[in-house]
């Protein structure tokens, strides 16, 4: 079968089911029986091969539950769910050799709570946080490749504030200050890799006002 002969069947398949009511009935307390109808489409898209690209669902022509992309060699490549055709829920993004790269959680269509980004090999590389409505909040992580902590980050707002520090991989400090409204604030010091402060730094509002 061709690549083109799967699409035809594929897009007669989605005009027949929209053309087709699925009915469900639902009991009162009286015991009445109230018909609800929906329309409901099992949507799927293939590459050239004819292998699985992507598989989901709509409902009254929306997104709705979870939706799969597939690579070329059918492995998951992400998965992420919807509700009225908004992204709601978790979402997960995967490397070729099925490790995972990314999750995280949606609602109404913004990135919500703690998202975890990790190397192919499997190792944390981020942790980022965003409040309800999508913003950077909280403290963020970067890591190097072997797991090391490189940089925590504070974020209110969606802007840098609060406290920042970067380390070097034996986990001494080399850098700390302050961010407010995502500008440098105070005293910024900095440190070689024997932990020997090496530079001092006042900032107001990321203009540098004295340098020791």
């Known amino acids: 079968m061709t690549y083109t002969t799967l699409k035809i069947i594929v897009l007669i398949s989605i005009l027949l089911v929209f053309n087709c009511k699925e009915s469900t009935s639902k009991a009162t307390k009286n015991g009445i029986q109230i018909a609800t109808e929906s329309d409901v489409v099992v949507f799927k898209d293939f590459f050239e091969d004819g292998s699985l690209k992507v598989t989901g669902q709509y409902t009254n022509n929306e997104k709705t539950g979870e939706w799969i ?63 309800s409505i999508g913003k950077a909040t909280g403290e963020w992580k970067t890591y190097y ?16 504030n609060g406290t920042w520090k970067t380390y070097n991989k034996k986990g001494n400090l080399m850098s700390y200050g302050e961010k407010i409204a995502g500008k440098k604030e105070g005293i910024w010091k900095y440190y070689d890799e024997n932990k020997k402060l090496i530079r001092t730094i006042i900032y107001e509002k990321d203009i540098k006002l004295s340098k020791k």
């Open 69 to 131: 992309w597939y690579m070329s060699n059918e492995k998951v490549l992400r998965t992420e769910n919807y509700e009225h055709n908004k992204l709601e829920g978790n979402l997960r993004l995967y490397y070729p050799n099925g490790q995972l790269r990314t999750e995280g959680q949606h609602s109404n269509n913004n990135q919500v709570g703690t998202w975890n980004k990790y190397t192919e090999n499997g190792i944390l590389k981020y942790v980022e946080i965003y409040d």
């Open 145 to 160: 490749d072997t797991g090391e902590i490189i940089h925590e980050e504070n974020y209110l707002n969606g802007l840098p």
